[in-house]
């Protein structure tokens, strides 16, 4: 326990974040969350560029819409987890979707966490952000 409280303490910011999101106003809302906590964040406006830049900027976390054209947050979750290369970088979605039952079981399976995309404070959102890091740092 002595170990995890130091953890805590002591926590540094991740090397790199990604953001994977169409919505410019999503990317920037959640990278400025980010930014304040000291983390080096990527973007990717598509399923095709985030993965891309997974292999190219090999980030700590990913942070992932599901709604997006072409290559959604589902199939770039599949592919990612099914690489040996990427299947260990944490996912965290962040979406506005609502989801249903299958879809949410399909998630929380392959996901760290899923969090709505537009929560009603930035303090509840810091506060899923710092409870998402927590795990990832530990």
Same mark, same amino acid.
């Given at each position: 326990?002595?170990?995890? #409280?130091?953890?805590?303490?002591?926590?540094?910011? #991740?090397?790199?974040?990604?953001?994977?999101?169409?919505?410019?106003?999503?990317? %920037?809302?959640?990278?400025?969350?980010?930014?304040?906590?000291?983390?080096?964040?990527?973007?990717?406006?598509?399923?095709?560029?985030?993965?891309?830049?997974?292999?190219?900027?090999?980030?700590?976390?990913?942070?992932?819409?599901?709604?997006?054209?072409?290559?959604?947050?589902?199939?770039?979750?599949? %592919?990612?987890?099914?690489?040996?290369?990427?299947?260990?970088?944490?996912?965290?979605?962040?979406?506005?979707?609502?989801?249903?039952?299958?879809?949410?079981? %399909?998630?929380?399976?392959?996901?760290?966490?899923?969090?709505?995309?537009? %929560?009603?404070?930035?303090?509840?959102?810091?506060?899923?952000?710092?409870?998402?890091?927590?795990?990832?740092?530990?």
């Amino acid at each position: 326990m002595l170990e995890k #409280l130091t953890a805590l303490i002591e926590q540094k910011p #991740l090397e790199k974040i990604l953001i994977i999101d169409d919505d410019p106003t999503a990317r %920037y809302l959640l990278k400025t969350l980010l930014l304040n906590k000291g983390h080096t964040i990527v973007e990717a406006t598509s399923g095709e560029e985030g993965i891309r830049k997974v292999y190219e900027e090999k980030p700590q976390l990913i942070f992932l819409d599901i709604v997006m054209p072409n290559l959604n947050g589902f199939q770039v979750i599949e %592919y990612l987890k099914s690489d040996p290369a990427t299947k260990d970088i944490p996912v965290v979605i962040n979406t506005s979707k609502i989801l249903e039952q299958s879809e949410k079981e %399909y998630l929380e399976s392959r996901a760290l966490t899923i969090i709505a995309k537009y %929560y009603s404070s930035t303090d509840m959102m810091n506060n899923i952000i710092d409870e998402t890091l927590r795990k990832v740092c530990l």
